[in-house]
């Protein structure tokens, strides 16, 4: 549900958490995304940064110069004045990533978790049991038969948090208990209604099922989509996974190695959130690919 | 800058590296920790023993710290846990600023209390700041002198200022470094202190959590019957977007600091940790129970103790004014 009011919680001396609800739409990223941007364009008293996600922004004060009191306020008036989300028509970046499923990289990394950590399911299995699809056939079909929206960057420099815009390819998953202490560079996965790419060899809690060998975060900016930040995304880009098999990511990670890699993306479109709104109001949600 | 303004690594410490203070912050919203001392009170007061700022880059040693050869007179401070530090063999004392000839060589071994050390220098490491701080990050390989700990042979450039050695820190302005194990950290509640029923809140307070030997610079974990945390209504009855298990909830920024629960693992995230994930986060270690996460060690007790926001900011603000020249005397 969305908030009638926004909640506004403390976390130390020097964070409140805004949040807006407690579902994933595209309604509630916008507001922690608009929350952030005129933030950032007023300069904010005592504001220090911002982390926008799904249905909340983070706010990182100093509290020697604004009091948790004074900022509820402050953003409360900010988040009255945010525009309604219906009039919004943005550009938005579409990024095709090539992406081998049930890949046997990801395979090796949850033997791996089974064998040393924790007894589970295969992940691939456990999300189509889950979601009630027929086998993982299916799971890749509908994974990659949608867009993604990159709600935001996060966890790790770079790393996209997304969700699926076709309500037909809506799955979920809970996080790893315990968490991984790592997954392989370039793994795709999915937790809650999420999914993400990491950016690195890094721990993780997504069930995963998929890898690419594009780079999304690179300190050399070798490639002219680090031209303007050494990571990719920005929130509001479109993201559609390629299915390949393991020989092309072999050659494209080769491609990537030698710098002679073509990201694949457009900048032609913009994303209308009324039409949008439109377009899912028609769609049978219990129709899966 | 001149050639010989720098110091020379004999050898590196366990884990020796560039830190300044507050670290890397405005980058939260693209993931990019704030790294910077674990230990944020021993490194402001090296610091201002020295006569820097007290956030200038010094050094964040671990465990075991380096031997350092100075290619300049200058004045130098060790504070933190103590590592026994040695001026050319000499034993010097801690918390007080030293002067140091040319050629001499400054030892830390390793840490008899406290498990972090910290040497400033006058004028501050001059290495090249990235994204607007000079702090290691040591897992993306970036900040810091070449992108991670110092090593070998290494050469470490200087600013140039003049200290003024036989200061000391008024012993009551200096931390506790515990003797006995265990440690009593603050903590507020929130953000998702209401994802927990009342018994699992009083399992969190009143739990001797063991800070693991799987802890780094990312998070601490903390070992205890994280299993028998009970949650509220909320955390299990909610929108399958969370995730199943009761600890999920659809992915948020995290504060720096925010004991993480990670399934049924309780992680405290620290200096270099994520800026968001999908688990919650029940409580929050404020700025003045931080530091002594940075003097903790694998194996140590960790009693998390609540105060409120106001009380958190409060001690935060005297922190500040305990971390400034108010606080030195002569020798």
């Known amino acids: ?289 | 800058m001149g050639g010989e303004a720098m110091f020379e690594v004999i050898k590196a410490g366990l884990e020796t590296a560039v830190q300044d203070y507050p670290g890397r912050i405005g980058y939260w919203n693209q993931g990019f920790p704030p790294s910077g001392p674990m230990d944020s009170w021993s490194f402001r007061l090296a610091n201002v023993l020295v006569g820097n700022e007290p956030g200038e880059a010094a050094l964040e040693c671990q465990f075991v710290g380096p031997e350092l050869r100075f290619h300049r007179d200058t004045v130098v401070a060790v504070t933190g846990g103590d590592m026994q530090p040695r001026l050319d063999g000499e034993p010097i004392e801690l918390w007080t600023s030293v002067a140091v000839k040319k050629g001499q060589t400054l030892t830390l071994s390793y840490a008899r209390t406290g498990a972090r050390g910290y040497i400033a220098i006058a004028g501050g490491i001059r290495t090249e700041p990235w994204l607007g701080s000079r702090s290691t990050f040591h897992k993306a390989g970036v900040g810091g002198f070449e992108g991670g700990a110092l090593k070998e042979g290494q050469q470490v450039p200087l600013g140039d200022a003049q200290g003024t050695p036989g200061l000391r820190v008024k012993d009551a302005a200096r931390p506790t470094i515990v003797t006995d194990k265990r440690w009593l950290v603050e903590v507020t509640a929130g953000p998702n202190d209401d994802w927990l029923d009342e018994a699992g809140r009083k399992l969190f307070l009143e739990t001797d959590w063991k800070l693991s030997p799987k802890s780094d610079r990312t998070g601490y974990r903390l070992d205890g019957p994280g299993d028998r945390i009970t949650f509220a209504d909320k955390a299990i009855n909610k929108r399958p977007e969370h995730g199943s298990i009761p600890s999920n909830i659809i992915d948020q920024g995290y504060p720096n600091g925010a004991v993480n629960l990670a399934g049924e693992t309780p992680i405290i995230l620290v200096k270099d940790g994520p800026s968001m994930g999908g688990f919650i986060n029940p409580y929050t270690v404020p700025t003045v129970g931080f530091w002594k996460l940075g003097q903790a060690r694998p194996g140590e007790v960790l009693r998390l103790t609540e105060i409120s926001v106001d009380e958190a900011q409060k001690q935060a603000v005297e922190m500040t004014r305990i971390c400034s020249g108010e606080s030195l005397e002569s020798a």
């Not at chain 1, 983070?58 to 525009?83: N, T, V, W």
């Not at chain 1, 090539?98 to 924790?118: F, G």
Request: glycine share 8%; net charge negative.
């Open chain 1, 1 to 289: 549900m969305i908030y009638d009011q926004p909640r506004f919680l403390p976390g130390g001396d020097r964070y409140m958490l805004i949040e807006f609800g407690d579902e994933m739409n595209l309604e509630l990223n916008f507001r922690g995304q608009d929350l952030a941007g005129v933030i950032a364009e007023e300069k904010t008293k005592g504001v220090l940064e911002t982390a926008p996600c799904f249905a909340s922004t983070l706010i990182h004060y100093d509290p020697e110069q604004i009091s948790f009191a004074d900022l509820k306020k402050e953003m409360g008036r900010l988040i009255e004045s945010l525009p309604p989300t219906d009039d919004i028509e943005m550009p938005s970046r579409l990024f095709s990533f090539p992406t081998v499923y049930l890949d046997p990289w990801t395979k090796e990394c949850v033997d791996d978790y089974i064998a040393k950590i924790a007894k589970k399911t295969p992940d691939p299995e456990y999300i189509a049991e889950l979601n009630g699809l027929e086998d993982v056939n299916q799971l890749v079909r509908v994974h990659s038969g949608t867009e993604y929206w990159v709600a935001s960057l996060g966890f790790w420099p770079g790393l996209p948090f997304t969700m699926p815009l076709d309500p037909r390819c809506r799955l979920v998953a809970p996080k790893y208990n315990p968490p991984r202490t790592w997954t392989p560079k370039g793994t795709v996965g999915m937790g809650g209604m999420s999914t993400a790419i990491y950016p690195e060899h890094l721990p993780g809690g997504y069930q995963v099922f998929g890898r690419t060998p594009v780079p999304i975060w690179d300190t050399e900016r070798r490639f002219p989509v680090f031209e303007d930040s050494i990571c990719m995304f920005r929130p509001g880009d479109r993201i559609r996974f390629v299915p390949c098999s393991v020989e092309e990511f072999e050659y494209i990670e080769a491609k990537v190695a030698d710098g002679t890699y073509q990201y694949n993306l457009v900048e032609y479109q913009k994303f209308s959130v009324a039409q949008y709104k439109d377009w899912v109001a028609g769609i049978d949600e219990t129709q899966r690919f």
